[in-house]
């Protein structure tokens, strides 16, 4: 079965850190174009970052320079790291597959919560 | 970016009618014959579902009553006969290019 499992969400304060973790089965996280996507409370979905098969990173705007995602081949797992961590970034955390058509994400994990608050 | 302008915000719909979404980008998804655009479902508390990928390509095991169309900027979604577990917030999104944008979302509900 293909599946996603996000961790490592949590309770953070300003300025802090975390490392948000996304365990795929059923496929090859190295095979494909993994992204992480986020949804602010009550708000829409907000694309962040997209690691491709080549190992190429593309960030919002929003996290550029703050956020670093990667992948770990080993474990088949991808991996966005957040720093500098903002009231601002507190959302719930998808990690989704891209589609074969490259047009959208077919598969998505549960998310995982970020809260930013002092 | 590519702005995604959903409308209407939300509508409410009879269960058995039809219920109809719009999708304009700012600027042509359109590449090598083929609509960039994505239409998924969310329902309270779970990850958006694909539903339509290229604008009208329905993805595997999504019921026949949902529908894409348009082309360029001007996409619709369309549920012919609503059934009450297609309550949810669809959205569309755009991977034209980098980033991926996504509309704003459109709240469908029984009347």
């Known amino acids: 079965e293909v599946q996603l499992v996000e961790s490592g969400g949590g309770l953070i304060q300003p300025g802090g850190s975390l490392r948000l973790s996304c365990a795929a089965s059923g496929f090859t996280v190295s095979s494909d174009y993994m992204s992480w996507i986020r949804q602010a409370p009550g708000k829409g979905l907000e694309w962040v970052s997209v690691?491709?098969?080549?190992?190429?990173?593309y960030y919002a705007d929003s996290v550029k320079g703050r956020f670093t995602i990667s992948r770990d081949n080993s474990q088949n797992t991808v991996y966005l790291q957040m720093n500098s961590l903002r009231a601002e970034d507190t959302a719930v955390y998808y990690c989704?597959?891209?589609?074969?058509?490259?047009?959208?994400?077919?598969?998505w994990g549960q998310g995982t919560t970020v809260t930013v608050s002092s | 970016d590519i702005v995604m302008t959903q409308s209407p915000d939300s509508l409410a719909v009879s269960l058995g009618e039809r219920a109809t979404i719009n999708c304009k980008s700012s600027q042509s998804v359109l590449y090598n014959n083929k609509n960039y655009l994505t239409w998924y479902q969310q329902k309270p508390g779970q990850p958006p579902k694909m539903l339509i990928y290229?604008?009208?390509t329905r993805e595997s095991g999504v019921p026949d009553r949902f529908s894409g169309s348009g082309s360029g900027t001007d996409f619709t979604l369309t549920i012919s006969s609503l059934q009450a577990e297609d309550v949810a917030v669809y959205y569309c999104q755009q991977y034209y290019n980098t980033p991926p944008t996504f509309g704003g979302g459109t709240r469908v509900e029984i009347k």
């Open positions: 690691i491709y098969s080549g190992g190429n990173t």
């Open positions: 989704a597959r891209v589609h074969y058509s490259l047009c959208g994400m077919d598969v």
């Open positions: 290229w604008a009208s």
